[in-house]
Structures are given as structure tokens and as C-alpha cells.
């Protein structure tokens, strides 16, 4: 098992959207509202489908992993700016059940990566379309 702090976030813009300053002092907002950052599929799409999602830091967990948390799965999908190391973020129905879940370090985890991510992440999205 991995250990890894564990935090929830929702399908909606107030846990999906960045505001950063461009290269010329311009604000930009980016809303992934409903997406995820491995495919061009909808969280909507994949969650119908009985897909549960976690975003990971791609540099720790590739994409098209399969993550064991408390007896559930999850496939590492996303990812976030927030999201570095050993930091697993779930993908929650609401905003209040992401926040009543809070961080919770030193969880263990289970992760499976596959031979070859790319085509896991292929596979996925291409079951639930």
C-alpha cells in the first residue's frame, strides 16, 4: 500500500476553476466545470457509466491507474494545480460532501498502473461513450 493525503473535490466550477495572471498582467479564468484533464469526455459521461474518478499529480500516478481507497475504485483521470506528490484528490457528488471530507493524511492506498497508461485512459473514456 501507498500512503497518501487524501482530499475530495466536486464536479462544479467552485472546486474546478483557476484565475491566473497571464503573461501580460491579464486576469484568465479557466473553468473545467464537468471535464477532466486525461480525455474529451464528461465527468457526467463517466460517473453514468459507474466510472468514480480521482485526480492525481501525473508525475507520482499516470493517468489510466486504478486506485483502491476504502474498499472503492478509482480511476486517475484528473488533475489539478493543487494536486502534488502523494496527494489523491476524489471526485465527490456535491461541494458539502467534499468538504465534510476534508484532508485526511496518511491513508493508505492501493494503485494499479497499467503497462501502457495511454491506451488504459482509451479504454476507459471509450466505455463510457
Not at 4 to 14: K, L, N, Q
Not at 47 to 61: F, K, Q
Not at 80 to 102: C, M, N, Q, T, V
Not at 109 to 129: F, L, Q, S
Request: hydrophobic share 35%; aromatic share 8%; glycine share 8%.
Amino acid at each position: 500500500p501507498l500512503q497518501c493525503e487524501m482530499t475530495a473535490y466536486c464536479p462544479g466550477p467552485c472546486c474546478n476553476t483557476e484565475i491566473y495572471t497571464d503573461g501580460n498582467g491579464r486576469k484568465v479564468t479557466s473553468d473545467w466545470s464537468n471535464r477532466i484533464a486525461a480525455g474529451d469526455i464528461s465527468i457526467e459521461q463517466l460517473r453514468a457509466a459507474g466510472i468514480e474518478l480521482a485526480a492525481v499529480d501525473r508525475s507520482e500516478i499516470p493517468f489510466g491507474s486504478i486506485i483502491r481507497y476504502e474498499h472503492r475504485y478509482y480511476a486517475a483521470l484528473d488533475c489539478g494545480s493543487k494536486i502534488k506528490g502523494y496527494r489523491i484528490d476524489l471526485l465527490l457528488p456535491s461541494h458539502a460532501r467534499a468538504e465534510d471530507f476534508g484532508r485526511k493524511p496518511g491513508q493508505s492506498v492501493t494503485v494499479w498502473i497499467p503497462n501502457d497508461p495511454e491506451e488504459a485512459v482509451r479504454e476507459i473514456i471509450g466505455r463510457c461513450r
